[in-house]
Protein backbone atom coordinates (compact mmCIF):
# COMPACT_ATOMS: atom_id res chain seq x y z
CA UNK A 1 0.00 0.00 0.00
CA UNK A 2 1.40 3.45 -1.00
CA UNK A 3 1.06 6.31 1.62
CA UNK A 4 2.37 8.79 3.86
CA UNK A 5 2.64 7.28 7.57
CA UNK A 6 2.78 9.44 11.06
CA UNK A 7 3.21 7.77 14.17
CA UNK A 8 2.33 8.42 17.14
CA UNK A 9 -1.38 9.07 16.93
CA UNK A 10 -1.22 10.50 20.34
CA UNK A 11 2.01 12.15 21.96
CA UNK A 12 2.37 13.61 25.65
CA UNK A 13 4.90 15.81 27.09
CA UNK A 14 5.88 17.50 29.73
CA UNK A 15 6.41 21.26 29.14
CA UNK A 16 9.95 22.06 28.36
CA UNK A 17 10.76 18.73 26.60
CA UNK A 18 11.76 18.69 23.01
CA UNK A 19 9.30 15.80 21.07
CA UNK A 20 10.21 14.72 17.60
CA UNK A 21 7.17 13.72 15.43
CA UNK A 22 7.53 11.11 12.23
CA UNK A 23 6.16 11.26 8.73
CA UNK A 24 7.12 8.70 6.20
CA UNK A 25 5.56 8.16 2.83
CA UNK A 26 6.58 5.38 0.12
CA UNK A 27 4.94 7.39 -2.85
CA UNK A 28 8.39 8.65 -4.14
CA UNK A 29 7.38 12.41 -3.65
CA UNK A 30 10.21 14.76 -3.70
CA UNK A 31 8.13 17.41 -1.77
CA UNK A 32 7.21 16.90 2.10
CA UNK A 33 5.14 19.53 4.20
CA UNK A 34 4.40 19.89 7.83
CA UNK A 35 1.12 22.11 9.39
CA UNK A 36 -0.26 22.29 12.52
CA UNK A 37 -4.26 22.57 13.12
CA UNK A 38 -5.26 24.35 16.28
CA UNK A 39 -9.53 23.73 17.11
CA UNK A 40 -11.75 25.33 14.85
CA UNK A 41 -9.02 26.42 12.47
CA UNK A 42 -7.20 25.76 8.90
CA UNK A 43 -4.09 24.58 8.39
CA UNK A 44 -0.69 26.40 9.01
CA UNK A 45 2.71 25.89 7.16
CA UNK A 46 5.47 25.06 9.51
CA UNK A 47 8.26 23.67 7.04
CA UNK A 48 8.33 22.62 3.82
CA UNK A 49 11.04 20.43 1.57
CA UNK A 50 11.19 20.21 -2.21
CA UNK A 51 14.49 17.59 -2.42
CA UNK A 52 16.30 16.14 0.04
CA UNK A 53 18.76 17.93 2.38
CA UNK A 54 17.09 21.38 1.46
CA UNK A 55 13.88 22.60 3.57
CA UNK A 56 12.47 25.84 3.78
CA UNK A 57 10.62 27.96 6.63
CA UNK A 58 7.11 28.36 6.43
CA UNK A 59 4.74 30.51 8.29
CA UNK A 60 5.33 29.64 11.52
CA UNK A 61 8.47 28.25 11.79
CA UNK A 62 9.76 29.87 15.05
CA UNK A 63 10.21 26.86 18.16
CA UNK A 64 10.42 23.78 15.28
CA UNK A 65 13.35 22.29 13.45
CA UNK A 66 13.01 19.64 10.51
CA UNK A 67 15.47 17.28 8.92
CA UNK A 68 15.42 15.46 5.30
CA UNK A 69 18.58 13.24 5.21
CA UNK A 70 16.00 10.71 2.92
CA UNK A 71 13.17 11.08 0.32
CA UNK A 72 11.03 8.90 2.61
CA UNK A 73 11.18 10.59 5.41
CA UNK A 74 10.96 14.03 7.22
CA UNK A 75 10.94 14.30 10.80
CA UNK A 76 9.77 17.39 12.87
CA UNK A 77 11.24 18.47 16.23
CA UNK A 78 9.17 20.23 18.47
CA UNK A 79 10.99 22.29 20.55
CA UNK A 80 11.05 24.10 24.11
CA UNK A 81 11.53 26.92 22.16
CA UNK A 82 7.77 26.77 20.76
CA UNK A 83 5.28 28.61 22.84
CA UNK A 84 1.64 26.77 22.87
CA UNK A 85 2.95 23.35 21.34
CA UNK A 86 -0.16 21.78 21.62
CA UNK A 87 -1.56 20.95 18.18
CA UNK A 88 -2.50 18.17 15.62
CA UNK A 89 0.38 17.86 13.55
CA UNK A 90 -0.78 17.10 10.19
CA UNK A 91 2.48 15.76 7.60
CA UNK A 92 1.79 15.66 3.81
CA UNK A 93 3.81 15.30 0.60
CA UNK A 94 3.39 15.86 -2.97
CA UNK A 95 4.74 15.62 -6.71
CA UNK A 96 6.97 18.40 -7.14
CA UNK A 97 8.61 19.50 -10.75
CA UNK A 98 9.95 22.35 -10.18
CA UNK A 99 7.56 23.33 -13.13
CA UNK A 100 5.43 26.42 -13.16
CA UNK A 101 1.95 26.39 -14.45
CA UNK A 102 1.12 23.11 -12.81
CA UNK A 103 -0.68 22.48 -9.70
CA UNK A 104 -0.71 18.57 -7.50
CA UNK A 105 -2.67 17.58 -4.64
CA UNK A 106 -1.25 17.36 -1.50
CA UNK A 107 -1.43 13.44 0.41
CA UNK A 108 -2.01 13.93 3.88
CA UNK A 109 -0.61 11.06 6.88
CA UNK A 110 -3.46 11.00 9.67
CA UNK A 111 -1.57 13.43 11.85
CA UNK A 112 -0.26 12.77 15.34
CA UNK A 113 -2.03 14.75 18.18
CA UNK A 114 0.25 16.63 20.38
CA UNK A 115 -0.23 17.48 24.08
CA UNK A 116 2.13 19.47 26.13
CA UNK A 117 1.45 19.92 30.05
CA UNK B 1 -3.74 41.99 4.34
CA UNK B 2 -4.08 38.32 2.87
CA UNK B 3 -7.11 36.56 3.98
CA UNK B 4 -8.74 33.46 2.75
CA UNK B 5 -12.45 33.08 4.53
CA UNK B 6 -14.45 30.25 4.67
CA UNK B 7 -17.92 30.17 6.61
CA UNK B 8 -16.94 29.10 10.05
CA UNK B 9 -20.43 28.81 11.01
CA UNK B 10 -21.43 25.07 10.22
CA UNK B 11 -23.82 24.01 7.51
CA UNK B 12 -26.70 22.26 8.25
CA UNK B 13 -28.38 20.86 5.17
CA UNK B 14 -31.02 17.77 4.94
CA UNK B 15 -30.24 14.84 2.74
CA UNK B 16 -30.89 14.85 -0.55
CA UNK B 17 -30.45 18.51 -0.86
CA UNK B 18 -27.66 20.93 -2.79
CA UNK B 19 -24.72 22.08 -0.15
CA UNK B 20 -23.23 25.34 -1.47
CA UNK B 21 -20.07 26.02 0.50
CA UNK B 22 -18.23 29.91 -0.16
CA UNK B 23 -14.25 30.67 -0.27
CA UNK B 24 -13.22 33.82 -0.81
CA UNK B 25 -10.04 35.13 -0.14
CA UNK B 26 -8.22 38.94 -0.34
CA UNK B 27 -4.91 40.13 -1.84
CA UNK B 28 -4.19 36.86 -3.76
CA UNK B 29 -4.16 35.98 -7.06
CA UNK B 30 -4.02 32.42 -7.18
CA UNK B 31 -3.54 30.30 -10.20
CA UNK B 32 -5.02 27.29 -8.68
CA UNK B 33 -7.39 26.01 -6.32
CA UNK B 34 -8.50 23.14 -4.36
CA UNK B 35 -10.55 21.82 -2.42
CA UNK B 36 -10.43 18.75 0.50
CA UNK B 37 -12.47 16.83 2.78
CA UNK B 38 -11.11 16.35 6.41
CA UNK B 39 -12.85 13.89 8.76
CA UNK B 40 -12.72 14.60 12.57
CA UNK B 41 -9.18 13.60 13.45
CA UNK B 42 -7.94 12.58 10.39
CA UNK B 43 -5.59 13.96 7.58
CA UNK B 44 -7.29 16.39 4.74
CA UNK B 45 -8.04 14.37 0.95
CA UNK B 46 -7.64 16.23 -1.68
CA UNK B 47 -11.09 16.32 -4.08
CA UNK B 48 -10.95 18.83 -7.11
CA UNK B 49 -8.74 21.22 -8.53
CA UNK B 50 -9.56 24.01 -11.02
CA UNK B 51 -7.45 26.31 -12.83
CA UNK B 52 -8.01 30.01 -12.81
CA UNK B 53 -9.12 30.10 -16.47
CA UNK B 54 -11.21 27.47 -15.84
CA UNK B 55 -15.35 28.24 -15.03
CA UNK B 56 -16.65 25.15 -13.30
CA UNK B 57 -15.02 21.77 -12.73
CA UNK B 58 -17.21 18.57 -12.01
CA UNK B 59 -16.66 15.51 -10.47
CA UNK B 60 -19.36 12.90 -9.86
CA UNK B 61 -21.52 14.86 -7.35
CA UNK B 62 -19.43 17.52 -6.87
CA UNK B 63 -19.02 21.07 -8.58
CA UNK B 64 -16.69 23.59 -8.44
CA UNK B 65 -16.70 27.01 -9.36
CA UNK B 66 -13.80 29.93 -9.80
CA UNK B 67 -14.78 33.62 -10.46
CA UNK B 68 -11.21 35.08 -10.07
CA UNK B 69 -13.35 38.45 -10.89
CA UNK B 70 -15.27 38.03 -7.28
CA UNK B 71 -12.15 36.22 -5.80
CA UNK B 72 -14.56 33.94 -4.98
CA UNK B 73 -14.79 29.82 -5.17
CA UNK B 74 -18.23 27.91 -4.60
CA UNK B 75 -18.17 24.21 -4.04
CA UNK B 76 -21.25 22.02 -4.61
CA UNK B 77 -22.07 19.03 -3.24
CA UNK B 78 -25.80 17.44 -5.10
CA UNK B 79 -28.16 15.05 -3.36
CA UNK B 80 -26.37 15.05 -0.65
CA UNK B 81 -25.91 12.02 1.57
CA UNK B 82 -24.85 12.15 5.55
CA UNK B 83 -21.95 10.51 4.52
CA UNK B 84 -21.15 14.01 2.60
CA UNK B 85 -21.22 15.54 6.78
CA UNK B 86 -16.79 17.04 7.10
CA UNK B 87 -15.19 19.89 7.32
CA UNK B 88 -14.03 20.88 3.65
CA UNK B 89 -11.28 23.15 2.94
CA UNK B 90 -10.33 25.01 0.31
CA UNK B 91 -6.76 25.75 -0.18
CA UNK B 92 -4.97 28.62 -2.58
CA UNK B 93 -1.92 27.74 -4.88
CA UNK B 94 -0.31 30.63 -5.59
CA UNK B 95 1.77 28.78 -8.07
CA UNK B 96 5.09 30.73 -7.66
CA UNK B 97 8.36 29.40 -7.36
CA UNK B 98 8.28 28.09 -4.28
CA UNK B 99 7.24 25.14 -5.54
CA UNK B 100 3.72 23.11 -4.57
CA UNK B 101 2.93 25.45 -1.47
CA UNK B 102 -0.56 25.69 -0.39
CA UNK B 103 -2.39 28.13 1.89
CA UNK B 104 -5.52 26.92 3.82
CA UNK B 105 -8.94 28.45 5.09
CA UNK B 106 -9.97 27.66 7.87
CA UNK B 107 -13.00 25.33 6.21
CA UNK B 108 -16.37 24.83 6.75
CA UNK B 109 -18.11 22.33 8.59
CA UNK B 110 -20.89 20.57 6.73
CA UNK B 111 -24.15 18.73 8.61
CA UNK B 112 -26.28 16.73 6.19
CA UNK B 113 -29.15 15.26 8.35
CA UNK B 114 -31.26 12.20 7.22
Known amino acids: DGGITQSPKYLFRKEGQNVTLSCEQN?????MYWYRQDPGQGLRLIYYSQIVNDFQKGDIAEGYSVSREKKESFPLTVTSAQKNPTAFYLC????????????????FGPGTRLTVT | SQKIEQNSEALNIQEGKTATLTCNYT??????LQWYRQDPGRGPVFLLLIRENEKEKRKERLKVTFDTTLKQSLFHITASQPADSATYLCALDLNNNAGNMLTFGGGTRLMVKP
Open chain 1, 27 to 31: LNHDA
Open chain 1, 92 to 107: ASSIDKGLAGVSYEQY
Open chain 2, 27 to 32: NYSPAY
